[in-house]
């Protein structure tokens, strides 16, 4: 945790990426905690799915924060220079900025460039009191001005205390977001933390961790556990819960038992974020994809044709079936 944390100070902005449930959110957790540990002031914002329609939509949750975490008099401070613009886009803040009138929409690129420049100063402003961390979830749901934000603001903290870090999961980057990765990279202003899934012996000790060291799991079980939840932190802890609701994890003897994952349906909540994620496919794709899902973990080329009367593509040379 100080290890991401520094660097985060030191180069300017700290990327946590993953697949959905692996983690994400605990590990900044741990790091914000950390940090008000050490004397930063933290502000959170994140980002939802339906954002990507509202343009600078966490910034709301950013100075939020900031109200909350100090006072609206010391936000409505710090944020004087930007009050006018965030009115304009969130006009739920004139609670904390009363005396700011809204500006009219005049030029766009006028607009945003002086939301950059006012939004960046408060943040500059607030960095010299004390060390800042801003942390924004979820920002492969942002809107394509947040992301440009976000990079306008890593370019101008790598001299002062503050640290950025955004979230986002690795297998749902969009066109805009692999740009901004790219310009992170030239600007030399990022690092990236790759959450991978836990191993087999990493679920041994998050069970352990969970119901002591004397649970009595054995090895077949962990396996199981293991292979059915191919390590997702998410999907093991909503395994685990449907276990305990059903029965078929109980306690006894001074030790938890369970019976056999076989017998076990797989959690709706689980169920539910893999629908979720299938409905962003094509009705195409999505026939290939349950087609897949009944054959195994590993499907030859050849079956998508012969199922669903898609065509396969063409196998990389060297490739194996």
């Given amino acids: 945790r100080d290890r991401a944390l520094g660097v985060a100070l030191l180069i300017g902005a700290l990327l946590v990426s993953g697949e959905a449930g692996i983690g994400k959110s605990r590990f900044v957790r741990a790091l914000v905690e950390r940090a008000r540990a050490t004397g930063f002031l933290s502000l959170h914002g994140a980002c939802f799915e339906t954002d990507s329609a509202h343009p600078y939509a966490p910034l709301l949750d950013l100075v939020r924060t900031c109200a909350s975490t100090t ?9 004087e220079d930007a009050a006018p ?22 030029d766009p690129e006028d607009d945003r460039r002086r939301l950059f420049h006012s939004f960046t100063a408060a943040i500059s402003a607030l960095g010299s009191v004390q060390p800042l961390l801003l942390v924004i979830e979820d920002v492969h749901w942002s809107d394509d001005a947040t992301l440009d934000l976000r990079l306008h603001r890593a370019r101008r903290i790598t001299s002062q205390a503050i640290a950025l870090i955004l979230t986002f999961r690795s297998d749902e980057i969009g066109l805009r977001l692999h740009r901004l990765r790219a310009d992170f990279d030239r600007a030399h202003c990022a690092s990236e933390v790759k959450l991978r899934p836990l191993a087999r012996s990493d679920v041994s000790t998050m069970l352990q961790s969970i119901f002591g060291t004397h649970a009595a799991f054995g090895t077949p079980f962990v396996g199981s556990l293991h292979e059915i939840t191919e390590g997702n932190p998410f999907f093991i802890e909503e395994m685990l819960k449907a276990l305990l ?8 003897d ?28 094509t009705p195409p794709a999505r026939a290939v994809a349950s087609n897949a899902a009944v054959a195994g973990r590993r499907v030859a080329f050849r079956l998508p044709n012969t199922t669903t009367r898609h065509a396969a593509p063409e196998r990389p040379r060297g490739a194996r079936g």
Avoid: C, K, N
């Avoid at 613009?85 to 005049?106: G, K, Y």
């Avoid at 609701?245 to 006894?252: H, M, P």
């Fill in 85 to 106: 613009e965030l009115v304009t886009l969130f006009p739920e803040l004139r609670s904390i900025f009363p005396d700011s009138v809204a500006r009219e929409a005049v």
């Fill in 71 to 79: 006072s609206p008099a010391l936000a409505a401070h710090y944020f």
């Fill in 245 to 252: 609701e059903d029965g078929d994890l109980i306690q006894g």
């Fill in 254 to 281: 001074g030790a938890w038992r369970a019976r056999s994952l076989e017998l076990v349906p797989v959690p709706r909540t689980a169920t539910e974020a893999v629908a979720r994620r299938l409905s962003a496919l």
